[in-house]
């Protein structure tokens, strides 16, 4: 019988390398030895030791090129959420997906490590410290989440003990960090066109908001623990910082920090949640003729007015996962780095 010639554990591929998260944990991976093959639709940087294949997911012999030689494979591609292209995730997130696993088997890679989202079970009402075991989002808030759960359960269904490949979700919630190109923007742009005035409902709300760094940390150990009769395969994991933060606080913290002040009025939560409603309605009827995007969606407001933290306990247990940069570090290295949002740059 012919040996199957297993790939260097050390050889890895990044789908969506060229994105936010995607390039950091890129870097991260070439500092700990990994040589690396980034797989996106597009080329953003250039790194020694890193490869670049240029092509959709969904097309898998492009996927096989990049894969050669490749044991881990690291998921972290998707269009963007505030898309409403129901088609494209549908084509990328879940025909890609099954694309993806089909070219892990075809190039014989060992462990499949997906970036799913923790906002797979939210619907838009209130999350407190929600473990793993919260069944999906029955009625998801919009095509990307829907879309996130097809996915999700795609990869974890994928692992078998008999073809030697296994494989895990890592579900983060609320990335943040340098260079992200949504969440920083988007505030620093509302706060310039003097929309960031209100707080939506009494303030109270807890949200995870996760550095980067500590979400390449949960890949990167999710990928070295991942093997045969380890309670990871087949798992989804949520990945945070640990420690839930008033979501307004957490926003006037990175607008005072970049010379913005916070924001003070309070708004009802149903009415602004309301109006939102209204505008996307408004924008929906008239797509045909004009494209509107509102700053105000109804998933932002509900993001922005309801709890939704998670418990990163059974990640802490099989996995021995700690955040490494904590939230007061995290914030003021993020405010660091976009000194071009700062007012009046
Ligand atoms: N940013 C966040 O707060 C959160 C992100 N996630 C997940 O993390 C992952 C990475 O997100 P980000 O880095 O924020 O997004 P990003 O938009 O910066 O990166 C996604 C990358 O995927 C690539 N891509 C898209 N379609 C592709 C295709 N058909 N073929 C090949 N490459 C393709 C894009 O070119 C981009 O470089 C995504 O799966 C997202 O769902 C989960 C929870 C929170
Ligand atoms: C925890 C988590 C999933 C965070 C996601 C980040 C984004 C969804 C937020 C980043 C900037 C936020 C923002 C708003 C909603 C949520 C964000 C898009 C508003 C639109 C909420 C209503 C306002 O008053 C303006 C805000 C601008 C910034």
Redesign the pocket.
């Known amino acids: 019988m012919a040996t199957r010639i297993r790939p260097s554990n050390k050889r890895c591929a990044v789908i969506g390398g060229s994105g936010f998260l995607g390039r950091h944990l890129v870097e991260r991976l070439v500092d700990r030895g990994y040589a690396v093959a980034v797989f996106d639709i597009r080329q953003t940087y250039e790194l020694p030791g890193v490869n670049f294949y240029q092509g959709d997911l969904c097309d898998k012999h492009a996927l096989l090129t990049a894969l050669k030689d490749v044991s881990i494979v690291f998921h972290c591609a998707s269009p963007a959420p505030a898309s409403d292209d129901r088609a494209l995730f549908q084509r990328v997130n879940i025909d890609g997906t099954r694309t993806v696993i089909q070219a892990c088997h075809e190039a014989g890679v060992q462990k499949l490590v997906l970036t799913s989202s923790a906002?797979v079970v939210f619907e838009g009402s209130d999350i407190k410290n929600a473990k793993e075991d919260l069944p999906y989002a029955k009625r998801p808030i919009d095509y990307y989440t829907e879309t996130k759960i097809q996915q999700e359960k795609l990869v974890l269904e994928a692992c078998s003990k008999e073809m030697d490949f296994f494989t895990i979700a890592i579900r983060p919630?609320?990335i943040f960090g340098p260079r992200d190109p949504?969440?920083v923007p988007?505030?620093v742009d509302?706060a310039r066109r003097g929309?960031?005035k209100?707080i939506?409902g009494d303030g109270s709300n807890l949200?995870?908001?996760t550095y980067v760094e500590n979400v390449v940390h949960g890949h990167i150990l999710a990928a070295e623990r991942l093997k045969a009769d380890s309670p990871l395969c087949a798992q989804a994991y949520h990945i945070t910082n640990d420690e839930p933060v008033r979501f307004w606080d957490f926003?006037s913290q990175i607008l005072v920090g970049l010379g913005y002040s916070a924001p003070r009025y309070h708004l009802p939560y149903m009415l602004v949640y309301g109006i939102a409603l209204l505008l996307w309605l408004i924008a929906f009827i008239m797509r045909p003729l004009v494209q509107i995007k509102p700053?105000?969606t109804p998933m932002?407001?509900a993001?922005?007015g309801t709890h939704?933290y998670y418990s990163c306990a059974r990640a802490k247990q099989d996995m021995g996962y700690q955040p490494v940069v904590p939230l007061k570090e995290a914030i003021a290295r993020t405010v660091e780095s976009y000194p071009h949002l700062r007012k009046g740059a």
Do not use: N
């Open positions: 906002s919630h609320g949504q969440l988007i505030l509302a929309k960031m209100f939506i949200v995870d908001f926003m700053t105000f932002r407001v993001l922005a939704h």
